[in-house]
């Protein structure tokens, strides 16, 4: 008889599930057949246990999990119970998992039904296993009572009892386990085709089961990797902390991740996220270990490469705050006034403090006042710097200049302007620099070419002799040394980096240098005094011609013949004729007295004539006794071969000469004698 024709009996049946679709279709296929059907579907565990104890059904049907309820849990403390372990539990649930299935029977469940189910099959099952459930008590019972009947009753229900085993294996089971095994072998592709290494190990470590990634990645087969010796697969560095006996090492009786590198079969390490999972067993103990790794190198490298540019940003921030204080620091420490503007207006936005020492201003007027800076400069110079700085910024070009600023007690002072012009994009947005004061070394400019007028005058009269060649090397050094630093200043700001220290030490130099220069040239000035250069147009060959006449008494004194050779239509220069005159009687006086031993032809050519680069090249050759064998230092300030010689006349003649923008030189004439050539722009502009 099937299921479907059974008449209807009284058996009982207590049902714990949640799912209230499947619920109730179940309810419904057991009570249509006749079943007393008990049902709860929620409630502490004690309560669901006590109401089967108290009902005692013929079997129990129980949901894998519910909100608050394990029913492995249920499974295994029915078992535990002697009042109730007799009774059959069958799993139903809608996870149809091998592993679900497995656990259930090792909790001492007798069957697991995977929904959605088949309705056939689900009273085929439950009859199966009550009428077995049935039968194996009425076995236990008439085994009590085999002293009061026949051994053949005991041997006929061992028969039935046999029979139904075997029927339950053909039928239920087999179909049960046809769709285990079904499962098993997809669960399987699906754990290969999982990236992670999924490993099954016994509750002691040995190894069961290994997914296709882990087996690819180590290069072994399966059989391999069950006898293979874990620790030949992790780092030496991670190898004590990971295996234990050649296995792999399990800790405590808890979920726990952890990270290590595995060797890959190409000889590389490489890091993995391993966590470890126990399965157990209805009495709580663990069966197996469910290992998944997952391969996080790529992680930690660019975890690695986030924190390497975190700290890098962290120390580039702390050296920016640090730099930037430096900066201040030294900003407001430096001699020169550091600013920042906007464009177009020109308004400060940022200027340090040497601002207000050098020009006497609150550096609060000069943030606070639009047109601060056109306001104070000089009037003379306003309107050209104005308009110099408003081109350079336009051309987006970085420029200096120099000019005069009316300080806050009304005095005149020179700056230096060094700008450099910000684009940003396509846009000028700012203009920022470095104003340094000049008006030390202006002053000592000046004072340097007063003081080359009066050892020019001095050298011309003669009237002052070795005096005034002393005063004049006393004024030279301070001089020379204030034109060095102040260069050697600017080379240092001039930089990308500019040297703030550097400079500031060149600059206090200039000051010390230009200072004592500007002591001397005062006292200079009170014992000299003279008309100022007049700067004009003249003829080169008109001013030796002048010469020629003046000396030419002396010449013919000592039988010394003068010859010219004086290029016709040369171009006039500009500059003062007595400078001139003076450094042609230099040259011609010391040609003249070179030849006054010299036994033989005696003659001084001059000879006049364009040069390259629109210059004029004049020379003074003589047949005299030629350069001196220190020909390099004739030139140097006190350098004589005269016995009354003071040795600066060739000195200022250079001076002279490079004022103009020339050069004068010397060197051997032919036959014999010496040549002394010096050359002069034929178009300068004015000098200041």
Request: proline share 3%.
């Amino acid at each position: 008889m099937t299921p479907c024709q059974e008449s209807k009996h009284k058996d009982s049946i207590f049902v714990i599930h949640d799912e209230t679709a499947n619920l109730k279709v179940l309810l419904t296929i057991l009570t249509e057949h006749g079943y007393a059907v008990h049902h709860a579907n929620e409630g502490e565990l004690r309560l669901q246990l006590q109401f089967v104890k108290h009902t005692l059904p013929d079997l129990v049907l129980v949901d894998v999990r519910m909100p608050g309820m394990d029913g492995y849990q249920v499974c295994a403390s029915l078992k535990n119970d002697p009042l109730t372990r007799a009774i059959p539990v069958i799993f139903i649930s809608s996870i149809d998992h091998s592993i679900n299935q497995a656990k259930a029977l090792l909790s001492g469940a007798v069957d697991y039904i995977a929904e959605p189910f088949d309705a056939e099959e689900v009273l085929w099952r439950v009859e199966t296993h009550i009428s077995l459930h049935r039968i194996r008590e009425n076995l236990k019972s008439a085994v009590r009572k085999r002293t009061a009947q026949p051994v053949t009753t005991n041997e006929e229900l061992e028969g039935a009892l046999q029979e139904i085993r075997v029927l339950t294996q053909v039928t239920g089971r087999k179909h049960a386990e046809e769709k285990i095994r079904e499962q098993e072998a997809e669960l399987r592709q699906v754990l290969d085709l999982a990236p992670q290494h999924i490993v099954v190990l016994g509750p002691e470590g040995s190894h069961l089961y290994s997914n296709q990634a882990a087996l690819n990645y180590y290069g072994l087969t399966l059989e391999q990797w069950r006898s293979y010796d874990a620790r030949t697969l992790f780092h030496p560095d991670d190898c004590e902390r990971m295996t234990s006996g050649g296995q792999i090492k399990v800790l405590g009786e808890s979920p726990h991740d952890t990270e290590a590198r595995l060797l890959r079969k190409d000889g590389k390490y490489r890091w993995f996220l391993i966590r470890r999972n126990p399965l157990r067993d209805g009495q709580g103990n663990i069966t197996h270990w469910y290992i998944a790794a997952t391969d996080v190198e790529d992680r930690k490298r660019a975890d690695e490469e986030r924190e390497r540019l975190l700290a890098n940003e962290r120390a580039a921030f702390a050296e920016t705050v640090a730099a930037q204080q430096r900066f201040r620091d030294l900003v407001n420490s430096v001699e020169g006034i550091v600013w920042e503007a906007d464009v177009p207006s020109f308004q400060f936005l940022f200027i340090s403090k040497q601002a207000e020492r050098v020009l006497g201003y609150p550096v609060e007027r000069w943030l606070s006042e639009p047109t601060f800076w056109k306001d104070h400069v000089h009037h003379d110079d306003r309107e050209w710097a104005l308009q110099f700085c408003q081109t350079a910024t336009t051309e987006k070009r970085d420029h200096e200049f120099e000019y005069r600023v009316i300080a806050a007690d009304g005095s005149v002072v020179w700056l230096r302007n060094l700008v450099t012009v910000v684009v940003e994009g396509d846009r000028v947005t700012r203009v920022r620099g470095l104003m340094v004061d000049l008006t030390n070394r202006k002053q000592a400019e000046e004072a340097l070419r007063q003081a080359q007028l009066d050892l020019a005058h001095v050298n011309r009269v003669t009237t002052m002799g070795e005096l005034t060649a002393s005063l004049a090397h006393e004024v030279n050094q301070p001089i020379a040394a204030t034109v060095t630093d102040a260069n050697t200043c600017l080379r240092w700001l001039a930089r990308d980096r500019p040297d703030v220290e550097e400079a500031r030490e060149a600059a206090s130099r200039v000051v010390k240098d230009a200072t004592r220069a500007a002591e001397i040239i005062s006292r200079i000035r009170l014992l000299f005094k003279k008309g100022a250069p007049q700067r004009e147009l003249f003829e080169v060959n008109e001013a030796i011609r002048e010469m020629i006449v003046l000396l030419r008494s002396e010449a013919t004194r000592y039988s010394i013949s003068v010859r010219t050779d004086l290029a016709p239509d040369l171009p006039r220069v500009m500059g003062d004729r007595v400078q001139l005159q003076q450094v042609l009687m230099n040259l011609m006086i010391n040609g003249i007295d070179a030849m006054k031993e010299v036994n033989g032809t005696r003659e001084l050519a001059i000879k006049s004539q364009r040069a390259e680069n629109e210059q004029l090249l004049v020379s003074v050759s003589d047949t005299g006794v030629g350069l001196p064998q220190q020909a390099a230092q004739i030139f140097n300030a006190f350098f004589t071969t005269k016995a009354h010689g003071t040795g600066m006349g060739l000195r200022i003649s250079r001076s002279i000469v490079e004022s103009y923008g020339g050069r004068l030189w010397a060197g051997d004439n032919s036959p014999r004698g010496a040549s002394f050539c010096f050359t002069l722009p034929a178009k300068v502009e004015e000098h200041e």
